[in-house]
């Protein structure tokens, strides 16, 4: 049975220990990012040195999280040669480092022995799956929460294995 979907906020101050993120699509069309997509797209990088440009209320929540010693982890599967939408969070993953969490990126090659569950998620201290459902056109579809044993044992099975393969972000390169 599902449980209630907890915000963000709530999902990662509830964690004691870790926190873990798999991204498995190629593109994403939630609404916040479109803004900075597009203008990504138009040509607008985020420099490095100006912090304060583009710190934001998520980075915070990230840097929160780490700082009550949670390791958060994100990894994601990626196709070769990369999407346009890839590149554009490849370029803007240096604020989740600067946050403190840990990214590493896995060609999709290199996972199909891999057994994945359907959808993106989070995983909290190996107890709490929050599934990210998305539209064919990477719409949010809404969230779910589950707590069911299979399904945890195979969303950390899983994320174990792609962290193992995968790339640390300083060291994945696009060409």
Known sequence: MPLSV?????LLSSATHSAVHLEMRDSYAVDYEKGPFAQ??????????NRASWW??????IAETVARQVVVRRA?????PVSEYIRFEHSGT???????????????????????????FWLIDDRLIRWNHFTGDGASAGGETSDDPAAVKLCADAFAMVWARAVPHENYKIS
């Open 6 to 10: 907890p915000t963000f906020a709530e």
């Open 40 to 49: 990504w797209r138009a040509g607008f990088r985020h420099d490095p040195a």
């Open 56 to 61: 934001r209320p998520w980075l915070d929540l």
């Open 76 to 80: 994601r599967i990626v196709s070769e």
């Open 94 to 120: 240096f604020t989740n480092v600067a946050a403190g969490e840990q990214v590493r990126w896995l060609p999709r090659r290199q996972a199909s022995d891999i057994a994945l569950p359907g959808n993106d």
